[in-house]
């Protein structure tokens, strides 16, 4: 069994090949305090964030199907396991530029990824996301093409090295469960619903 960050990787089914829905939830840690006299308020940006999510599955006949994602759920042993999961609506990039992107330097950190080996106008347009090994980012840039600086969230995780590929389809971010807690139904027609919320293994 593979192991990532020393977290046993766990294998999603590929059936169905993708959720019904996904609800994606975004945080960022920033403290706020107020002045009871003013109003103002000063905050501080403590510059961690994360991804979460609420994952559910389309409606599964009992049979091999169904069992295997319960196998899988089961198999997670909580928030032991990890696995890797992304956007079913986001595959692609949105623009039309080509080429093979990478990472131009080595030693990043942040909010910030410095690339290149794009071509073409609309490489990758603000909300596309982007994969970096087993890490999932969202672009917030306008990208061209050629050597320039892209702003992502959430921050970089694990500093690449020089030129690593940027994963731009079928992108895939690394999760475990929210809770050590599980479950699913079966109806009198004998349909299971599975459903399961996420968070950004960190």
């Known amino acids: 069994m593979a192991t990532v960050f020393g977290w046993e990787l766990i294998v999603m089914p590929s059936t169905p090949a993708a959720p019904a829905s996904i609800d994606w939830t975004a945080t960022d840690t920033v403290a706020v305090s107020r002045s009871p006299f003013t109003g103002q308020q000063q905050t501080q940006n ?32 909580g928030m032991a396991g990890v696995f890797q999961i992304g956007d079913p ?34 490489c990758l347009l603000p909300g596309d996301f982007i994969q970096i090994g087993y890490r999932l ?25 020089d030129a690593t590929a940027v994963v731009t389809s079928n992108t895939k971010g690394l999760f475990r469960l929210k809770s050590n807690t599980r479950g699913w139904s079966i109806n009198k027609a004998r349909h299971y619903g599975i459903s399961f919320d996420i968070v950004e293994a960190l």
């Open 137 to 161: 980012y969202r672009n917030l840039s306008t990208y061209n093409g050629g050597a320039a600086t892209l702003s992502i969230w959430p921050p970089i995780r694990e500093s690449p090295l």
């Open 46 to 77: 403590w510059r961690a964030s994360w991804l979460e999510g609420s994952v559910k599955m389309p409606p599964m006949k009992h049979g091999v199907t169904a069992n295997a994602w319960i196998a899988f759920l089961l198999g997670l042993q």
């Open 89 to 122: 609506l986001a595959s692609s990039p949105q623009g039309t530029g080509a080429g093979t992107i990478v990472v131009n330097g080595a030693s990043q950190t942040g909010y910030t990824l410095a690339v290149s080996g794009g071509t073409g106008a609309g």
